[in-house]
């Protein structure tokens, strides 16, 4: 293993390892900005030394935001690669100080710059993909200052195509012979070779496999990066799908379903955040918010700062929410409890994910209540019954606190009801009056 390498990969034994880095990246969820959900390939320099000064402004940075990341169409489409140095030649009228210069410029702020690139021929906006010259676009990136690369899945040639496919909203999926890892698949094999390029350098790369779940990659990422996309897009919409993307819920449905394969140095990602997009409402962007950070997911804020209302930036800044998703002692994130947690979800369930989700963190215990209903509803949690509380006894009095307003709500004895407004979720902690 080389000296001074800012990743570490240890040596390969039958269980999974993660890469591990010296200094933490990846150990926890990222935090940060991306492009794509508001600007899509309408990029410019600019666009990302705006955020990142507003990252500073509205305090965004102190509350541990950092990665300003370029999602796809970052680079020119028509010369595509360096006929001398087969280097990605960057689009120098929507970056005139190229991608090192924005680098410099966003690491003079105290934050970090990430970049996007795709594990197939080309990016799904058709910009130049990485497959084959993972080598030489690691050692590019890492020469400009890129600190995260998010790495797409688009354009992925025939020979290339997994022996046993498995897309997660596929119900027809081949079947793979018994004993089967799918860490042994060609997608897999397409994400490592980035991943081993990555090691092969001397700077830190937070990477994120935008992989969508296919080849069951919640099994074998944590070996191979730091983050793996699970699903489809998403979009600003409560529920519904539109070809590959999808609202809120049959999301939030996917995460209930795999709450136990994120942990410190792997996460499920899914997808970045619509808060403040489209016609998602305050209760929505709530839901949104406080799911994304209760299942670990990243934050990857994606809506414009500039102009960016005062309600849409209160969710995105909850201090107590991200303290849970950020927790250094707890690393696996809620899980849902009473429906969901026994019972498997429904293979057709779109619309209702589980209701209660439970988790821990260093200030106590946290219960999620999702209302996806169409009225308000009132939700009653029997503290026998929440895991983690269980046996402390019918006569324990809990101080029940509200994430959202940051305010105890009272001492409750047997049950707590919350009263949750439309495609709201309550964010609580509960502990006892001992301070357990
Ligand atoms: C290489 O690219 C440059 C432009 O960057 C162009 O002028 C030149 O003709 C190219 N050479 C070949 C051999 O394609
Ligand atoms: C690696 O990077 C560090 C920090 O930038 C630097 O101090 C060190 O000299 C570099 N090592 C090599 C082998 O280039
Ligand atoms: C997650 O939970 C399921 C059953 O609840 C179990 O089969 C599986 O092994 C767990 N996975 C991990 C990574 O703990
Ligand atoms: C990933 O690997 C690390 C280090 O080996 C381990 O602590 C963590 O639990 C793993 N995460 C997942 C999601 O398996
Ligand atoms: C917003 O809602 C309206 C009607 O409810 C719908 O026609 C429109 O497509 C929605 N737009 C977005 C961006 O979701
Ligand atoms: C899912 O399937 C079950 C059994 O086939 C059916 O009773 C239920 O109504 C379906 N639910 C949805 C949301 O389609």
């Known amino acids: 293993?080389?000296?001074?390498?800012?990743?570490?990969?240890?040596?390969?034994?039958?269980?999974?390892?993660?890469?591990?880095?010296?200094?933490?990246?990846?150990?926890?969820?990222?935090?940060?900005?991306?492009?794509?959900?508001?600007?899509?390939?309408?990029?410019?320099?600019?666009?990302?030394?705006?955020?990142?000064?507003?990252?500073?402004e509205y305090g965004l940075q102190e509350l541990g935001y950092e990665y300003v990341n370029i999602d796809d169409c970052w680079s020119n489409r028509e010369l595509r690669r360096d006929n001398v140095t087969g280097r990605i030649i960057p689009d120098y009228v929507k970056f005139p100080s190229g991608i090192h210069g924005v680098a410099e410029q966003i690491h003079a702020r105290g934050l970090?710059?990430?970049?996007?690139?795709?594990?197939?021929?080309?990016?799904?906006?058709?910009?130049?993909?990485?497959?084959?010259?993972?080598?030489?676009?690691?050692?590019?990136?890492?020469?400009?200052?890129?600190?995260?690369?998010?790495?797409?899945?688009?354009?992925?040639?025939?020979?290339?195509?997994?022996?046993?496919?498995?897309?997660?909203?596929?119900?027809?999926?081949?079947?793979?012979?018994?004993?089967?890892?799918?860490g042994d698949s060609r997608t897999a094999e397409r994400y490592n070779a980035m991943r081993d390029a990555l090691l092969d350098q001397n700077r830190t790369v937070q990477y994120s496999l935008c992989a969508w779940?296919?080849?069951?990659?919640?099994?074998?990422?944590?070996?191979?990066?730091?983050?793996?996309?699970?699903?489809?897009?998403?979009?600003?919409?409560?529920?519904?799908?539109?070809?590959?993307?999808?609202g809120l819920v049959p999301i939030i449905t996917q995460a209930a379903r795999h709450w136990n394969d994120t942990d410190f140095w792997g996460h499920n990602d899914w997808d970045m955040l619509e808060v403040g997009n489209g016609n998602l409402t305050l209760a929505e962007s709530r839901t949104h918010f406080a799911m994304w950070a209760a299942f670990k997911s990243p934050l990857i804020i994606g809506t414009r700062l500039e102009g960016i209302t005062q309600p849409v930036l209160d969710i995105l800044r909850n201090k107590e929410l991200i303290e849970f998703n950020q927790d250094p002692v707890y690393g696996v994130g809620v899980r849902p409890f009473n429906y969901g947690c026994h019972i498997p979800i429904p293979n057709n369930e779109t619309e209702h994910p589980p209701s209660h989700y439970v988790g821990s963190s260093?200030?106590?215990?946290?219960?999620?209540?999702?209302?996806?209903?169409?009225?308000?509803?009132?939700?009653?949690?029997?503290?026998?019954?929440?895991?983690?509380?269980?046996?402390?006894?019918?006569?324990?009095?809990?101080?029940?606190?509200?994430?959202?307003?940051?305010?105890?709500?009272?001492?409750?004895?047997?049950?707590?009801?919350?009263?949750?407004?439309?495609?709201?979720?309550?964010?609580?902690?509960?502990?006892?009056?001992?301070?357990?």
């Open 112 to 182: 970090k710059l990430g970049i996007y690139s795709d594990a197939g021929t080309l990016t799904c906006g058709g910009f130049e993909g990485s497959l084959g010259f993972e080598q030489t676009d690691a050692e590019t990136f890492t020469e400009w200052g890129v600190d995260y690369l998010k790495y797409d899945n688009c354009n992925v040639p025939e020979e290339w195509t997994d022996e046993y496919i498995f897309y997660p909203e596929h119900t027809d999926n081949a079947v793979p012979p018994p004993g089967y890892w799918y």
């Open 1 to 56: 293993m080389r000296a001074n390498l800012g990743m570490s990969l240890p040596v390969m034994a039958a269980t999974a390892a993660a890469i591990v880095s010296p200094d933490g990246t990846g150990r926890l969820p990222a935090l940060g900005w991306n492009s794509w959900n508001e600007y899509a390939c309408d990029i410019s320099e600019d666009v990302f030394i705006r955020v990142a000064d507003l990252f500073v």
């Open 362 to 436: 260093t200030k106590g215990i946290h219960l999620f209540l999702i209302n996806s209903y169409e009225s308000e509803r009132s939700i009653e949690v029997a503290f026998e019954e929440v895991p983690g509380l269980r046996g402390l006894g019918e006569d324990e009095e809990y101080i029940v606190h509200d994430m959202w307003t940051g305010k105890d709500i009272g001492v409750f004895k047997g049950s707590y009801t919350a009263a949750i407004e439309s495609h709201d979720t309550a964010a609580l902690r509960i502990t006892t009056i001992h301070g357990e």
């Open 213 to 246: 779940g296919h080849a069951r990659v919640e099994t074998w990422g944590n070996e191979t990066g730091h983050s793996w996309r699970m699903w489809g897009d998403i979009v600003p919409e409560w529920k519904g799908q539109y070809t590959y993307s999808w």
